[in-house]
């Protein structure tokens, strides 16, 4: 059985005033509670380590070796603490921050290199994958923020939205090949923008697959079809795209989410307020 550290506290005070009737006193209890609170001590170490004498009391050896090792640790608890603390109150540390890639496009530079500058002692590892994978992570405590679209809400996450985007047809100036669809078939804003296509008269004889939606970007800049993407995901790869007139949307909202135990976190708390600071402007 390991002793509490008030129990050590205590020890630690009888020994340096050699009275338990003194100690207790200092301690601001009672000597009966400090004579059991020594009692357990003994139990938990397994040997005595009091001799008590008229004058008051004296250290075994065992006492004598422990109030070495107490004093010691008692130091190495109290910087601890204070390095515990500082994660609380400082801006510092490592800290990991997940997203999809093609998020991580256009979001990571509308907030990290300013982040990293104002805050030197704060390291930044970065995850990509689908945004449900991202949330799950956050969740398991796999990752501390996640930016991510459409997330379902949780009770054990802090969410805020920090944007919108819609998912439409795009093309380029130069299109060449009117009759091709490019897109990511196992997104759902695909596929419901197709179902709703169908019902809207637009038709298109091949599709191209692709899971990477910088590739149908830059296939759709180089006129290579008509692309399904977020208009953020369009905007960030060329200024040659446009949205096609009268063509379905799918909105999107975007949201960094975080576990709720971290809330309090003085360099979460700078991060997240970095983020939602980079989406607004």
């Known amino acids: 059985m390991l002793p509490s550290s008030?129990?050590?506290?205590?020890?630690?005070?009888?020994?340096?005033?050699?009275?338990?009737?003194?100690?207790?006193?200092?301690?601001?209890?009672?000597?009966?509670?400090?004579?059991?609170?020594?009692?357990r001590l003994e139990h938990a170490v397994?040997?005595?380590?009091?001799?008590?004498?008229?004058?008051?009391?004296?250290?075994?050896?065992?006492?004598?070796?422990?109030?070495?090792?107490?004093?010691?640790?008692m130091s190495r608890w109290e910087e601890l603490r204070g390095h515990t603390l500082s994660t609380m109150n400082e801006v510092r540390g490592r800290f990991s921050v997940g997203c999809h890639a093609s998020v991580a496009r256009y979001s990571l530079p509308l907030f990290l290199p300013a982040l990293l500058l104002e805050h030197p002692d704060l390291e930044i590892s970065l995850e990509h994958d689908l945004s449900r994978t991202i949330t799950q992570k956050v969740l398991a405590l796999d990752l501390d923020v996640g930016i991510v679209v459409n997330p379902v809400p949780h009770p054990d996450l802090v969410m805020r939205c920090v944007a919108k985007d819609t998912v439409t047809l795009w093309r380029s100036k130069n299109l060449n090949n009117e009759d091709v669809l490019i897109g990511e078939p196992s997104l759902i804003q695909t596929q419901t923008l197709i179902a709703k296509m169908k019902r809207q008269g637009f038709r298109f004889k091949r599709l191209i697959e692709s899971s990477n939606l910088e590739v149908i970007a830059a296939l759709t800049a180089a006129g290579g079809g008509t692309g399904i993407?977020?208009?953020?995901?369009?905007?960030?790869?060329?200024?040659?795209?446009?949205?096609?007139?009268?063509?379905?949307?799918?909105?999107?909202?975007?949201?960094?989410?975080?576990r709720v135990e971290n809330k309090n976190v003085r360099a979460m708390q700078a991060l997240s307020q970095a983020i939602q600071k980079g989406f607004k402007n």
């Open 6 to 39: 008030a129990d050590l506290s205590y020890f630690i005070a009888i020994a340096q005033a050699s009275n338990l009737t003194k100690a207790a006193t200092h301690l601001g209890i009672s000597q009966p509670s400090l004579t059991l609170a020594m009692q």
């Open 46 to 73: 397994g040997t005595q380590l009091f001799i008590r004498t008229r004058q008051g009391v004296n250290l075994t050896k065992p006492g004598e070796r422990l109030l070495f090792e107490a004093r010691s640790l």
């Open 229 to 258: 993407l977020p208009a953020r995901v369009a905007h960030a790869e060329s200024d040659e795209l446009y949205a096609v007139k009268n063509a379905p949307v799918f909105n999107d909202e975007i949201f960094l989410i975080y």
